[in-house]
Nanobody, 124 residues
Framework: QVHLIESGGGLVQAGGSLRLSCTAS????????MGWFRQTPGNEREFVAT????????AYAASVQGRFTISRDYAKNAVLLQMNNLIPEDTGVYSCAQGRELDASGSAGDYRYWGQGTQVTVSS
């Protein structure tokens, strides 16, 4: 069982930035594709960003394209999500997930382990 731990959430004004980090209790995150998803009360989980095992491929939801960047920190065995120019619609609980395969994926069903999530709140 792999435990994923997110950090970096918080309260920020619209136009501000946050950087989320995802680390694992054991194992190398570089052995799998990784993803970030978000969820708000009453809504389904929404894909945000994904990165392949070696960082060679990334993909984003249209709503965050150009504002968010997913990357890997190999020294810290972490996956990062840099979020810039935040808007109130970005508010939600952000969770990282480890894929079943090496490839990146925007489908929640392709992920095996999930973190508990970190709250991001963007005020207008």
């Amino acid at each position: 069982q792999v435990h994923l731990i997110e950090s970096g959430g918080g309260l920020v004004q619209a136009g501000g930035s946050l950087r989320l980090s995802c680390t694992a209790s054991e194992g190398a995150l570089t052995s799998h594709g990784m993803g970030w998803f978000r969820q708000t009360p009453g809504n389904e989980r929404e894909f945000v960003a994904t990165i392949s095992w070696n960082g060679g491929y990334t993909a984003y939801a249209a709503s965050v394209q150009g504002r968010f960047t997913i990357s890997r920190d190999y020294a810290k065995n972490a996956v990062l999500l840099q979020m810039n120019n935040l808007i109130p619609e970005d508010t939600g609980v952000y969770s990282c997930a480890q894929g079943r395969e090496l490839d990146a994926s925007g489908s929640a069903g392709d992920y095996r382990y999930w973190g508990q999530g970190t709250q991001v709140t963007v005020s207008s």
